[in-house]
């Protein structure tokens, strides 16, 4: 039986420290760290791990619901597999005892809680970017590849390999500028 510690944040810029002292004062054992977004399990590979190797009694331990799940759906599925191999999820600074129904119904509201302060965070952003592009202020992403430079190895007739290499980009970018610029000439846009 393993009291097993998760902290996470959504940017390398933050710091995890007061996670990771929260969590080994609860007695975790191994604290497992991850600066990855909450919105989605995907990427996610130190809580895979976890998961992956709970064991009956074994408990994940997490500070708040939000550094588990940011998503309901994402959050309910965690539990169900946490069950299923006998193993409890407890949150320091929430009272969380899945064990109950009164404790299931708190954890699903505070991961919709989770779920809407995230959904907020996003219509507040889309909101900002409108503002400054109606200002004239936001002109979107720097472009970091040449695309003369693309479209003119390109009608030498080197392949999107020969591009790529020749240019340091992946060949998923020069296949889409070729493709790109295909639609854009009038050629095929498959």
Do not use: W
């Not at 009694?57 to 998503?71: K, N, P, Q």
């Not at 999820?89 to 005892?97: F, N």
């Not at 996003?122 to 720097?142: H, M, N, W």
């Amino acid at each position: 039986m393993a009291r097993i510690g998760y902290a996470r944040v959504s940017s390398t810029d933050q710091d995890l420290a007061l996670q990771i002292e929260r969590l080994k004062a609860a007695g975790c054992e191994m604290v497992r760290l991850e600066k990855v977004t909450g919105s989605t399990r995907q990427g996610r590979s130190e809580l895979a791990s976890i998961i992956t190797f709970l064991r009956p009694g074994d408990e994940l331990v997490v500070t708040r619901i939000d550094r588990l799940a940011r998503s309901i759906g994402d959050l309910q599925d965690l539990v169900r597999e946490m069950r299923a191999k006998g193993a409890s999820l407890r949150a320091t600074e929430q009272p969380i005892d899945t064990s109950t129904a009164a404790g299931k119904a708190f954890l699903d509201m505070l991961g919709v809680f989770a779920e809407f302060e995230t959904n907020l965070r996003r219509e507040r952003q889309l909101e900002g970017i409108a503002k400054a592009k109606g200002a004239g202020v936001y002109k979107g992403g720097t472009r970091r590849i040449d695309r003369e430079a693309v479209q003119s190895l390109h009608r030498e007739g080197k392949g999107p390999t020969e591009i790529a290499k020749a240019l340091g980009i992946s060949r998923m970018h020069a296949y889409r500028l070729i493709k790109a610029m295909e639609a854009v000439a009038g050629g095929t846009a498959a």
